[in-house]
């Protein structure tokens, strides 16, 4: 019968301790054990603590601690002819692991020689065994032991804390601190406060003297996990010389690190157990998640406290809780953000259609299956990069990253918008520490987050009838709602008139959530990605779902064990990824939805199943203790990329996906400007018979929407109309050729207009150009069979010849205008199609 300890920490077993089985898992799962009333011989005692970790490898001395030499310590223990001695005087001949501590005489118990313990504590002092004086040779004691065999009538309880509650009941930023920070120890005692929580304050500069004659011995965490793999606090203040920063070496001074144990010290011992001894109780801690204290010797002087204690050293490591954290982090991530590039290369594709051993032609649209053209050399690459980027070593994990960076930086402008994000954020992982990544990678994202969130808040996107917002509603309502229902005129109106409100709030509350209510964020996340995941084409951003997801691993630190209601998602997780797989075949092969599925699918695995290091309900703190240029440079870049479209420099790859955002003319923002640092010469383009023009600009999505989806929009107020020429930049998919019997206009900027120009000439086929210069309105007539370029100005009705510096003469793009300036074209519907028409469609 085990019985809860008051304080809530540790229990009393009311059974025989010799025939308790199961007592590390026990210790282990509560802490402390205590057993009243037991008859123990020293053999007993050393046999029951043999069933704890202990060294067995290790010698004795340096095995069973303490281990203080002559004359030092708190706790005098003098021989005979009272002469100070070690501690090593007072183990016992025949059992040298227990250790007589206490205070009174010592006269013929158990062989050892007569003598006198005195102890001289005035204060409290709490601690955790071990720390200070373990041997380099060893790790410090899994467990403690104490045996009663002599009580006074008052006064020498001990008192306990649980250091894992207390690591829990920090707020987040302290949380923080602390996992970043270790403790330099040393023998020199330090005189505590009354409270036994921190040492008295004494000037730095005594300190610094002090610590001068005092050699260290250890350096440990400040938070570890302990051993049923959760953060605690480990730390002894009278024994602690110093605290540093793991990740810059500084090293606070004596004031500001006794402060902190203190503040940290006092928050664990908020709840204790007391425990009085009466003669044979018996109680075991586990040093790994609590803390202890002594009571003043003041409290029982002149009578006797004898007491049998065993501190083995142990076998088991002293784990940081930053860098397990970190390490159950990364090696989640990393497996995760294997799948997304397994899925980017078309290896599940390839797999399918290898298993299958035929290759599939599918009639409906194919966006998955068409990913951009990859060699074998990189088919090669991206799967040796994909075996390291499955294993948690930084150093693999960096690799992978490196290449995977090259090759978008290759592959550019021709990339999606979260392609650059994940650029950005794999330069976090390839230059910070991985203590440093994650919240920086987290910082990113939240920063992604609301820039797409100001940036829908156009004319456009907030007009019902252009944004892409109901697009998107109603192509899922489409997609769940049976044909044999028809949702009435008002509902469709009313869908498609908040659709772009509701859009924006949603977009602006991830990030608002992920700051401060991350774990619910998370989820909300998710679930936002798994309607864009499984919205028919051409708006099923799977890619974009999957690659976000990814990314959430380092939301949230991981404990490492899942509790049954994870294990049950994970039992329905193969039948989940069926249905999502089936329902991406009947699409035609969009791989994309079960990945992200199955990522979803461990990602909420971890979430609810773990002890997580912050609280759901605080908001996420940014490690503070250290500026570095690193992190600065990134951060900056981060940044710029967000304010790129207000300077005009990025269009096609800005974080502006679906904001119908004017980038290259006047803004259609409601706050913001566009195209500061930028003067482009704006063109129309009135025709061209080149499919280098007419299968990228401008690219009529709504031709592939289904007859009811149309005919939804049009009830519902909408134009019906979006346009989709990034889809042709970034995975060559054209929706709808721009036919020269039916060539609608567009606005371009001059730069675009060159880019194209180079295109249509590299597929050395003649063509004929005709566009106007805005504002000037002179229409130019540009023939590429001959070459021959002629302009009709809008005050003459003669051609004259085009000077040299007219567009299809100007020179080719820079390297940098080729890699970074990607513009979108603006649409100009005509009355048939949209009457009145002010702004642009829906853009994507």
């Given at each position: 019968m085990e019985v809860r300890l008051d304080g809530g920490f540790g229990v009393e077993v009311k059974r025989d301790i010799l025939g308790v089985k199961g007592l590390d898992a026990l210790l282990k799962k509560e802490g402390l054990v205590v057993f009243r009333d037991v008859k123990l011989e020293p053999s007993?005692?050393?046999?029951?603590?043999?069933?704890?970790?202990?060294?067995?490898?290790?010698?004795?001395?340096?095995?069973?601690?303490?281990?203080?030499?002559?004359?030092?310590?708190?706790?005098?223990?003098?021989?005979?002819?009272?002469?100070?001695?070690?501690?090593?005087?007072?183990?016992?001949?025949?059992?040298?692991?227990?250790?007589?501590?206490?205070?009174?005489?010592?006269?013929?118990?158990?062989?050892?020689?007569?003598?006198?313990?005195?102890?001289?504590?005035?204060?409290?002092?709490f601690h955790t065994d071990g720390p200070h004086d373990t041997p380099k040779c060893t790790y410090p004691p899994v467990a403690t032991s104490m045996y009663c065999i002599e009580t006074p009538n008052t006064g020498g309880q001990t008192l306990f804390a649980d250091s894992r509650r207390a690591f829990c009941n920090l707020d987040d930023e302290t949380k923080i601190l602390a996992l970043s920070l270790d403790v330099i120890y040393d023998h020199r005692f330090r005189p505590m406060l009354e409270d036994g929580c921190r040492a008295i304050p004494i000037s730095n500069d005594k300190a610094m003297v002090d610590d001068e004659k005092t050699p260290i011995t250890n350096r440990w965490p400040l938070v570890i996990l302990d051993r049923d793999s959760q953060p605690a606090l480990y730390l002894g203040p009278a024994f602690s010389r110093c605290l540093i920063e793991r990740s810059s070496g500084k090293r606070w001074n004596a004031e500001e690190s006794q402060a902190f144990l203190g503040k940290l010290m006092r928050i664990a011992t908020t709840n204790v157990y007391e425990h009085t001894w009466k003669k044979n109780d018996f109680i075991i801690w586990d040093n790994r998640r609590s803390v202890h204290s002594a009571t003043p010797s003041d409290m029982y002087k002149g009578q006797r406290r004898i007491i049998h204690r065993?501190?083995?050293?142990?076998?088991?490591?002293?784990?940081?809780?930053?860098?397990?954290?970190?390490?159950?982090?990364?090696?989640?991530?990393?497996?995760?953000?294997?799948?997304?590039?397994?899925?980017?290369?078309?290896?599940?594709?390839?797999?399918?259609?290898?298993?299958?051993?035929?290759?599939?032609?599918?009639?409906?649209?194919?966006?998955?299956?068409?990913?951009?053209?990859?060699t074998w050399l990189l088919w090669i690459l991206f799967l040796s990069i994909m075996t390291l980027g499955a294993s948690s070593s930084i150093s693999f994990l960096r690799f992978a990253h490196i290449v995977n960076f090259i090759l978008h930086a290759i592959k550019l402008p021709m990339v999606w918008d979260y392609e650059i994000w994940d650029g950005l954020t794999d330069l976090s992982i390839i230059f910070m520490s991985p203590v440093d990544a994650a919240p920086l990678i987290r910082w990113q994202m939240i920063t992604f987050y609301t820039a797409t969130a100001i940036y829908k808040l156009t004319k456009s996107f907030l007009d019902p009838r252009?944004?892409?917002?109901?697009?998107?509603?109603?192509?899922?309502?489409?997609?769940?709602?049976?044909?044999?229902?028809?949702?009435?005129?008002?509902?469709?109106?009313?869908?498609?008139?908040?659709?772009?409100?509701?859009?924006?709030?949603?977009?602006?509350?991830?990030p608002f959530c992920l700051t401060y209510f991350p774990r619910?964020?998370?989820?909300?996340?998710?679930?936002?990605?798994?309607?864009?995941?499984?919205?028919?084409?051409?708006?099923?951003?799977?890619?974009?779902?999957?690659?976000?997801?990814?990314?959430?691993?380092?939301?949230?630190?991981?404990?490492?064990?899942?509790?049954?209601?994870?294990?049950?998602?994970?039992?329905?997780?193969?039948?989940?990824?069926?249905?999502?797989?089936?329902?991406?075949?009947?699409?035609?092969?969009?791989?994309?939805?079960?990945?992200?599925?199955?990522?979803?699918?461990?990602?909420?695995?971890?979430?609810?199943?773990?002890?997580?290091?912050?609280?759901?309900?605080?908001?996420?703190?940014?490690?503070?203790?250290?500026?570095?240029?690193?992190?600065?440079?990134?951060?900056?870049?981060?940044?710029?990329?967000?304010?790129?479209p207000i300077l005009g420099l990025q269009d096609m790859m800005a974080p502006t996906m679906f904001a119908n955002l004017r980038v290259f003319t006047p803004s259609n923002h409601v706050i913001l400007p566009t195209n500061l640092l930028q003067h482009h010469d704006i063109v129309r383009v009135d025709f061209v018979n080149s499919l280098a023009f007419n299968d990228v600009h401008p690219n009529r999505a709504d031709h592939i929407f289904s007859d009811r989806l149309s005919s939804w929009l049009k009830v519902g107020?909408?134009?019906?109309?979006?346009?989709?020429?990034?889809?042709?930049?970034?995975i060559n998919i054209t929706l709808h050729s721009n036919l020269p019997e039916a060539f609608l206009p567009y606005l371009l900027p001059d730069l675009e207009l060159r880019r194209l120009l180079a295109e249509a000439r590299a597929h050395s086929q003649d063509f004929s150009l005709i566009y106007t210069k805005l504002p000037s309105g002179d229409q130019v007539h540009y023939h590429a069979m001959n070459n021959s370029c002629s302009i009709l100005s809008s005050t003459s009705s003669s051609y004259i010849t085009c000077p040299s510096d007219e567009l299809p003469f100007a020179p080719p793009l820079s390297f940098w205008q080729d890699k970074f300036l990607l513009f979108f074209s603006i649409p100009i519907a005509p009355d048939a199609l949209f009457p009145n028409a002010t702004e642009i469609g829906c853009l994507c």
């Amino acid at each position: 019968m085990e019985v809860r300890l008051d304080g809530g920490f540790g229990v009393e077993v009311k059974r025989d301790i010799l025939g308790v089985k199961g007592l590390d898992a026990l210790l282990k799962k509560e802490g402390l054990v205590v057993f009243r009333d037991v008859k123990l011989e020293p053999s007993d005692e050393e046999a029951v603590m043999k069933r704890l970790p202990w060294d067995n490898m290790a010698k004795m001395k340096d095995l069973s601690g303490p281990y203080n030499a002559a004359g030092t310590g708190i706790i005098e223990r003098r021989n005979a002819k009272g002469e100070i001695v070690g501690c090593a005087r007072w183990k016992l001949p025949d059992f040298p692991m227990i250790q007589i501590q206490g205070s009174g005489e010592i006269v013929n118990h158990y062989e050892v020689a007569d003598g006198e313990l005195i102890s001289k504590w005035s204060t409290r002092e709490f601690h955790t065994d071990g720390p200070h004086d373990t041997p380099k040779c060893t790790y410090p004691p899994v467990a403690t032991s104490m045996y009663c065999i002599e009580t006074p009538n008052t006064g020498g309880q001990t008192l306990f804390a649980d250091s894992r509650r207390a690591f829990c009941n920090l707020d987040d930023e302290t949380k923080i601190l602390a996992l970043s920070l270790d403790v330099i120890y040393d023998h020199r005692f330090r005189p505590m406060l009354e409270d036994g929580c921190r040492a008295i304050p004494i000037s730095n500069d005594k300190a610094m003297v002090d610590d001068e004659k005092t050699p260290i011995t250890n350096r440990w965490p400040l938070v570890i996990l302990d051993r049923d793999s959760q953060p605690a606090l480990y730390l002894g203040p009278a024994f602690s010389r110093c605290l540093i920063e793991r990740s810059s070496g500084k090293r606070w001074n004596a004031e500001e690190s006794q402060a902190f144990l203190g503040k940290l010290m006092r928050i664990a011992t908020t709840n204790v157990y007391e425990h009085t001894w009466k003669k044979n109780d018996f109680i075991i801690w586990d040093n790994r998640r609590s803390v202890h204290s002594a009571t003043p010797s003041d409290m029982y002087k002149g009578q006797r406290r004898i007491i049998h204690r065993i501190r083995m050293s142990s076998k088991e490591p002293i784990v940081p809780a930053a860098h397990a954290c970190t390490a159950v982090q990364l090696d989640l991530y990393s497996r995760l953000w294997a799948s997304q590039q397994l899925l980017a290369s078309g290896f599940f594709e390839f797999l399918f259609e290898f298993l299958f051993s035929q290759k599939e032609h599918s009639t409906t649209f194919n966006l998955a299956s068409q990913t951009h053209a990859r060699t074998w050399l990189l088919w090669i690459l991206f799967l040796s990069i994909m075996t390291l980027g499955a294993s948690s070593s930084i150093s693999f994990l960096r690799f992978a990253h490196i290449v995977n960076f090259i090759l978008h930086a290759i592959k550019l402008p021709m990339v999606w918008d979260y392609e650059i994000w994940d650029g950005l954020t794999d330069l976090s992982i390839i230059f910070m520490s991985p203590v440093d990544a994650a919240p920086l990678i987290r910082w990113q994202m939240i920063t992604f987050y609301t820039a797409t969130a100001i940036y829908k808040l156009t004319k456009s996107f907030l007009d019902p009838r252009l944004s892409c917002a109901p697009i998107f509603v109603f192509s899922l309502l489409d997609s769940m709602i049976p044909t044999s229902i028809q949702p009435s005129s008002l509902i469709l109106q009313f869908f498609n008139t908040t659709a772009p409100f509701l859009t924006v709030c949603v977009e602006a509350a991830i990030p608002f959530c992920l700051t401060y209510f991350p774990r619910f964020g998370i989820c909300f996340a998710l679930f936002f990605h798994f309607l864009i995941a499984v919205t028919p084409p051409p708006n099923n951003a799977g890619g974009f779902s999957v690659s976000v997801a990814v990314r959430y691993a380092l939301f949230f630190a991981l404990g490492m064990k899942l509790r049954t209601s994870s294990k049950l998602l994970l039992l329905f997780a193969p039948i989940l990824i069926a249905v999502a797989f089936i329902l991406g075949r009947a699409r035609g092969n969009d791989w994309a939805l079960p990945v992200y599925v199955g990522i979803s699918i461990a990602l909420l695995s971890q979430l609810f199943s773990c002890h997580h290091f912050f609280n759901s309900k605080n908001k996420i703190i940014f490690n503070k203790n250290k500026i570095s240029w690193l992190r600065l440079l990134i951060k900056s870049l981060t940044i710029l990329y967000t304010l790129l479209p207000i300077l005009g420099l990025q269009d096609m790859m800005a974080p502006t996906m679906f904001a119908n955002l004017r980038v290259f003319t006047p803004s259609n923002h409601v706050i913001l400007p566009t195209n500061l640092l930028q003067h482009h010469d704006i063109v129309r383009v009135d025709f061209v018979n080149s499919l280098a023009f007419n299968d990228v600009h401008p690219n009529r999505a709504d031709h592939i929407f289904s007859d009811r989806l149309s005919s939804w929009l049009k009830v519902g107020g909408h134009s019906g109309l979006q346009f989709a020429p990034y889809v042709k930049r970034a995975i060559n998919i054209t929706l709808h050729s721009n036919l020269p019997e039916a060539f609608l206009p567009y606005l371009l900027p001059d730069l675009e207009l060159r880019r194209l120009l180079a295109e249509a000439r590299a597929h050395s086929q003649d063509f004929s150009l005709i566009y106007t210069k805005l504002p000037s309105g002179d229409q130019v007539h540009y023939h590429a069979m001959n070459n021959s370029c002629s302009i009709l100005s809008s005050t003459s009705s003669s051609y004259i010849t085009c000077p040299s510096d007219e567009l299809p003469f100007a020179p080719p793009l820079s390297f940098w205008q080729d890699k970074f300036l990607l513009f979108f074209s603006i649409p100009i519907a005509p009355d048939a199609l949209f009457p009145n028409a002010t702004e642009i469609g829906c853009l994507c």
